[in-house]
């Protein structure tokens, strides 16, 4: 079995994570972040119907597809549409820490997709890091993806627009 530095550090970074599950964005919390700069962006989807996150410029939509690939796709300034991101890049852990699922992305038009799919399960942890250029900081998002449906807006609760 061959273990990378890069899988020990990404499993270093999803422990914690994983133990601590409701406490939330320890000191990061994003919805505050959010609404502290960027008034309405909390609360909004993305074009795709994904959850806009604005940690990096451009801003990006997170977007789990129908085959629970992950769209990553960065957004003009009004957060309405793609735009073209040269140079972006972003790699993923995710699901249960004891099997891990490491994913890489690749550019799909304007938007970066994943490797592979998320692992089973309506609620799956997740540590996104992405760059939305080449010479950009590195970002990480530490995610709790959860793929039920909200029982009052058209998205599943990960992308949910209502305040709840
Ligand atoms: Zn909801
Ligand atoms: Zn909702």
Do not use: W
């Not at 996150?53 to 990006?60: D, G, L, M, N, Q």
């Not at 590195?138 to 609760?157: F, M, Q, R």
């Amino acid at each position: 079995m061959k273990i990378t530095n890069v899988t020990l550090t990404a499993m270093a970074l999803l422990t914690p994570f994983l133990f601590a599950e409701e406490k939330g964005h320890e000191g990061h919390d994003h919805d505050d972040h959010d609404s502290a700069t960027h008034d309405d962006v909390a609360t909004i989807a993305g074009p795709n119907g994904g959850k806009v996150f604005t940690s990096t410029e451009p801003h990006f939509e997170f977007f789990v597809t129908k085959k629970r690939m992950i769209r990553l796709t960065f957004l003009d300034k009004d957060n309405k549409a793609a735009t073209p991101a040269e140079g972006c890049t972003a790699s993923a852990v995710s699901g249960d820490r004891s099997s891990p699922t490491k994913m890489t992305f690749t550019k799909d038009g304007d938007s970066l997709i994943s490797d592979k799919p998320l692992p089973e399960g309506k609620k799956v942890p997740m540590i996104l890091q992405l760059k939305s250029a080449a010479d950009a900081d590195n970002v990480t998002e530490k995610l709790n993806i959860d793929l039920n449906s909200c029982s009052t807006c058209a998205h599943l609760e990960y992308a949910c627009t209502c305040e709840h």
